[in-house]
């Protein structure tokens, strides 16, 4: 069927080849019927068949194979290379899916953005916040999760990064304290140095930040905000519970205290627990991103304020400092939020995101560590035989991102001391595993005994 596509007859040929392939009706190796045949069966002239197959073949979706006809080629492997080893950035990846369509998808798309009627349009510089329909596409998407938002209350931003910077600038003035976990995400503490904010550490379990320190942290001091990620925290992997998150929101509004709710991982966990930006959307600012969802590659998030005036601010403000997010890059967004693609390439990372965990569950020992279901990265607690720097040394060189507490620590250094393993990027299976079994052997098996000195 082609009738599904707007457009040139020869791309809406070219979208059926890839939608046909992609969902099994056409397996790797079919012959693909003559040029002259598929003109006849679909009442096209001969020319609009000839340029379809050569546009097939341009994307890499068929190959010409002379008087034999044309053949469904495998697609282009996209993933993990032995040949081209990772590298480390400190950075928590998303993994990528063993055979992910990402990239085919995006081509494709890409492709179809650039000759859509509003291509021209795609090319030019964009207005501050992204433009209407990208902001509905964003808005709708937080609907979807019971959050109260729409295009004038959502902004469309270079990353989750940029919607901190965004936020920062429009609520925090020097001198103002913010809480946070004894842990935080480093580019929100630099965010603050910046600005001269005090970081407030609260005390947190297992469950994530503990309602009663908030509640002593607000009667002692001013308290203008709070940060949290309430799922898969980055790094301790907590999840707030139902309870706590009502406890929080309690508290903020006892207190006056504004949210920043950072929400890069909870479609990954499939818990279903309600954002902090549905219980209380009139203090909290919200954001989600598709870069840590999908790909770094895409630089999208979304950015929910909880009023107008807000978003105005905010969108000034991200205009002064990033211009716009990539222009193409949203347009390819906007399109997968609306016809469930991204639904799809996250479902790839999140069965990506179980196999590696189930290569954890079976290399290291229960309760040596701490991992939230469908996340790409795990906190472990090291005892005072072990230090960080030693299995930072020897992980990376495997390719294995480890990075030591100290990077996350929000206040006065302690005893305790663990590192955040990500085990998403580039890094295959294979040499996850190895290096999952070198970090079992150091925490676990050589009797307390040190890495020489070198």
Known sequence: MIDQDDGPVYLAICSAIRRDLESGRLQVGSRLPPQRALADALGIDAGTASRAYAEARRQGLIDAEGRRGSFVREPAPFGPSAEVPPFDTGMNLPPIPVGSMFATRFAGTLHEVLQGPAAANRMQYQ?????????????????????????????????????????????????????????????????????????????????????????DACARTAVRAIYLVPENENPTTATLTPERRMRIVEIARRHDVLIIEDDPYSRLGQLNLQPLAALAPERTWHIASLSKLISPALRIAYLRAPQLRDALRLATDTHETTIMPPPLNTAVCTLWLRNGTWAALVDEVRQECLARQALVTEILPAGSYRAARGGYHIWVPLDGETRPFELVNALQTMGLSCVSSEQFRAGPADDRQAVRLSIGGSLDRPRLARALSVLDAMLHHRAGRAVPLI
Do not use: K, M
């Not at 990064?161 to 004894?182: F, K, M, R, W, Y």
């Not at 001269?196 to 297992?206: E, F, K, M, R």
């Open 127 to 215: 207005p501050a916040g992204g433009a209407a329909e990208d902001r509905l596409a964003g808005a709708e998407w937080l609907a979807a999760a019971g959050i109260e938002a729409g295009e004038d209350t959502v902004l469309v931003t270079s990353g989750a990064q940029t919607a901190l910077h965004a936020i920062a600038s429009a609520i925090l003035e020097p001198g103002d304290a913010v809480c946070t976990g004894p842990f935080v995400y480093p580019g929100w503490s630099a965010i603050c140095r910046r600005r001269n904010v005090l970081i407030i550490p609260l005390v947190a379990d297992d469950h994530g930040i503990d309602p009663d320190s908030f509640a």
